[in-house]
């Protein structure tokens, strides 16, 4: 049941979650009234920031990078 390395299956996963909480601070997770996920940037002060990009990528890093600080996204997105 472990894996190649000696640590049960899962916990690979569990870490990653725990380094992306730790390398993103003040990231809010829900969901909107359809049910779609959304995720937030909101900081202790300041306005939450909704940031659009699929978390992993690039672009979620630059998006979040901005709203760190303090830039919105850009409201016209090409998609």
Not at 18 to 38: M, Q, S, W
Not at 48 to 67: K, N, S, W
Request: proline share 8%; hydrophobic share 35%; aromatic share 6%.
């Amino acid at each position: 049941m472990g894996g190649s390395d000696g640590n049960p299956l899962g916990l690979k996963a569990i870490m990653a979650a725990v380094k992306i909480a730790t390398e993103f601070r003040y990231l809010l997770r829900d969901r909107d009234r359809r049910g779609n996920p959304r995720v937030h940037y909101r900081p202790p002060v300041g306005k939450m920031i909704r940031l659009r990009a699929t978390i992993g990528t690039q672009a979620f890093v630059d998006e979040y990078r901005r709203a760190e600080g303090g830039v919105p996204p850009c409201l016209l997105q090409v998609r």
